[in-house]
């Protein structure tokens, strides 16, 4: 089974991944996870974070010469910041620390549920780890889980459709990385992009933050991976699952989503078709790529939506834990808007969750096995 623990706090020394599952011989650029870790840290609307930061992996195991070879893969990323934190993150105690503590929990933030659950007096402790900069590594292993998935022809893109009220109003049938790295919302619709910025700007004025939807879509994907058969085998339920862990998330659509509940079945429904040339094939796509919880051979489409980060530069109200008097919430510093950021993490999730469900279906320790046996199910769902 293909699973991965991540470990590392926001300003700690650095962020660490362990994947376990990996089958051997996986080619693997470590430039091309770089490249996403850098599409992670983009996107207008970021923090001052971002300009200290630059996010590069390091393996330190289960890769050899370009290939990986079926040991667990040890992924590092180190936080440049962590210099100016070293005492603030020390993991020795540090005398007179008192004043620093965090008592003015934000709302929307993990700080008071998880000050509660874990008994701590001092919410650093709990929005070090909540913080979305452990995103970055899980973007490495993602991004090794896209190579695994390209040597089956499977590739995963993302793109930002809406920030705050901005939003595209045609649906993207093919999306171009190309024009979406162009974007600096990752938006490839021009009208659109222009008033997310202008939306942008609005929000840091008035010390406000944004939230938005982005897109992952995924093409290659044979008909035939997840199942009907057991609850925790429906690969729309997995893939959901994998993007509500994306810090922030609080909704997520597959195909048409929500707007199905309004429409009648038939407008609904794709009907299927069948060629020569193409095998069984759906004249439209509105269940974005899943009946029944199985991929059906057409391009996967899913959605999420993700909240305005919760540090407001001009805060809402809260309590201070300590007297319970009414305060103004903490003040971090924080991005007025993370969307495209998250709309890469979006596409390193859901590469791993599909990685994940194709080696299910498949098996194997080995890519040349694993290539094999997909050749026969391209040939099994062709006969069929
Ligand atoms: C982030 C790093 C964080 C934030 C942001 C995302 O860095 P810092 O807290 O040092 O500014 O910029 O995290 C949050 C918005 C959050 O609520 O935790 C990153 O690497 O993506």
Redesign the pocket.
Known sequence: MLRYLTAGE??GPCLTAIIEGLPAHVPIVTEEINQMLCR??GGYG?????KI?KDKVEITSGVRHGFTIGSPVTLKVANK?WENWSEIMSTDKVEEFQDKEIKRPRPG?ADLPGGIKYGHRDMRNV?ER????E??VRVAVGAMAKQLLNQLGITVVSHVLQIGSAKVMQSVDAIRMDEVLASPVYCTDLGAERKMLAAIDAAKEQGDSLGGIFAVHVSGMPPGIGSHVHWDRRLDGRLAQALMSL?AIKGVEVGLGFAAAALPGSQVHDEIAYDKEHGYYRRTNRAGGLEGGISNGEELIIKAAMKP???LMKPLASVNIESKETVMADI????VC?VP?ASVVGEALVAFELAKAVLEHFGGDNMAVIKGRWEQWEEYVEEY
């Open positions: 926001s300003h992670r840290q970021r923090g001052g974070r971002m930061e910041d933030h929005l909540s913080s979305a900069r995103t970055a810090q980060i919760p540090t971090e510093r924080s991005d993370a950021a």
